[in-house]
């Protein structure tokens, strides 16, 4: 074999954490590779010591892309019109580690095809993988944030859009129907009345959405008087209690306080016994409880008698 070249840009490749490897072949035999200086920084071996592995570079490729080295090095000698080829593999350092490697090998062939000369190298590619699966989870995470984004507003377009019908029914009957009684009249804007707080309530809750998605809902704890803020919430219900003539009994002590933001506090009270009354008969009752349930927690109890919820939809 012939004095392999003395390769003076081997320094630019060792800032590239990266190595040469050339030879000069009839036959392919590994101890005829030769190896620049900086296969000892890439792979924790030296030339002369990957020479005398048992399967030369090929043992430090993990063995389960060993099988996709070797097709695809026969694919590329086999085309004798091709003169180059690039491969991703990872390999085993001497102390045990592993990491992503790019080759890229050229060749130079006599006029039958035949390799007569090869040429390669090895870069240590293991930050730019990393970084490229860091790239693609968060892709595929805002691909996910984005299609949750778009079944949301699928679902709100439906939940907005759905009650203005009706909404829009009633009150043209109200307009156009001079003769309706009284009763129906008031029947009519009662459900125009409660259809509205409750579009006007989704409405709330996709803003205070948007705000936390974007950061702009900021959260300010204080001490709150917990029976207070029951009863305070209670409050915004009389119009519907008194309507369907439901009763909401609080069994809460008045020495009990929590450290939260009001208003976040008081629109999941407000949702869990809205939603109590919502789907109660009329003539039921609703009670709300709360006590302490360990040292940091409070736990708030709604008990109703409504319709629930079926055992196929939970």
């Given at each position: 074999?012939?004095?392999?070249l003395?390769?003076?840009?081997?320094?630019?490749?060792?800032?590239?954490?990266?190595?040469?490897?050339w030879?000069?072949?009839?036959?392919?035999?590994?101890?005829?590779?030769?190896?620049?200086?900086?296969?000892?920084?890439?792979?924790?071996?030296?030339?002369?010591?990957?020479?005398?592995?048992?399967?030369?570079w090929?043992?430090?490729?993990?063995k389960?892309?060993?099988f996709?080295?070797?097709r695809?090095?026969?694919e590329f000698e086999?085309?004798?019109?091709?003169?180059s080829?690039n491969?991703?593999?990872?390999?085993?350092?001497?102390?045990?580690?592993?990491?992503?490697?790019?080759?890229?090998?050229?060749?130079?062939?006599?006029?039958?095809?035949?390799?007569?000369?090869?040429?390669?190298?090895?870069?240590?590619?293991?930050?730019?993988?990393?970084?490229i699966?860091?790239?693609?989870?968060?892709?595929?995470e805002?691909?996910?944030?984005?299609?949750?984004?778009?079944?949301?507003?699928?679902?709100?377009?439906?939940d907005?859009r759905?009650?203005?019908?009706?909404?829009?029914?009633?009150?043209?009957?109200?307009?156009?129907e001079?003769?309706?009684?009284?009763?129906d009249?008031?029947?009519y804007?009662?459900y125009?009345?409660?259809?509205?707080?409750?579009?006007?309530?989704?409405?709330?809750?996709?803003?205070?959405?948007?705000?936390?998605?974007?950061?702009?809902?900021k959260?300010?704890?204080?001490?709150l008087?917990?029976?207070?803020?029951?009863?305070?919430?209670?409050?915004?219900?009389?119009?519907?209690?008194?309507?369907?003539n439901?009763?909401?009994?609080v069994?809460?002590?008045?020495?009990?306080?929590?450290?939260?933001d009001?208003?976040?506090?008081?629109?999941?009270?407000s949702?869990l016994?809205?939603?109590?009354?919502?789907?109660?008969?009329?003539?039921?009752?609703?009670?709300i409880?709360?006590?302490?349930?360990n040292n940091?927690l409070?736990e708030?109890?709604?008990?109703d008698?409504g319709?629930g919820?079926?055992?196929?939809n939970?």
């Open positions: 074999m012939k004095e392999p003395n390769f003076s840009i081997d320094e630019a490749v060792n800032s590239l954490n990266g190595m040469f490897f030879q000069e072949e009839s036959e392919v035999v590994e101890s005829d590779v030769q190896y620049s200086d900086n296969v000892l920084g890439v792979t924790g071996f030296l030339g002369s010591e990957i020479r005398e592995l048992k399967d030369g090929l043992s430090l490729i993990v389960e892309e060993r996709y080295y070797k695809k090095r026969d086999k085309k004798l019109q091709e003169n080829i491969l991703k593999y990872k390999i085993t350092k001497k102390d045990g580690s592993i990491i992503s490697v790019s080759e890229r090998i050229s060749v130079i062939r006599n006029l039958d095809g035949k390799i007569i000369r090869s040429f390669g190298l090895v870069l240590d590619v293991t930050d730019f993988v990393s970084d699966d860091k790239l693609r989870k968060k892709n595929e805002l691909e996910q944030l984005n299609s949750s984004k778009d079944d949301f507003i699928s679902i709100l377009s439906h907005l759905a009650p203005f019908t009706s909404i829009l029914g009633f009150a043209e009957i109200l307009l156009n001079t003769s309706l009684s009284e009763k009249k008031m029947e804007l009662k125009i009345y409660d259809s509205s707080q409750n579009q006007l309530q989704l409405i709330n809750y996709m803003l205070d959405w948007s705000r936390l998605q974007t950061g702009r809902l959260i300010e704890s204080h001490k008087h917990v029976q207070s803020m029951v009863y305070n919430c209670i409050s915004y219900l009389t119009g519907v209690t008194v309507r369907k439901i009763s909401i009994s069994n809460v002590p008045d020495a009990l306080y929590i450290e939260a009001e208003r976040l506090a008081n629109q999941v009270i949702n016994l809205s939603n109590a009354v919502k789907f109660s008969n009329e003539n039921d009752s609703v009670e409880s709360a006590n302490v349930y940091q409070i708030f109890i709604v008990k008698n319709v919820i079926s055992e196929t939970k």
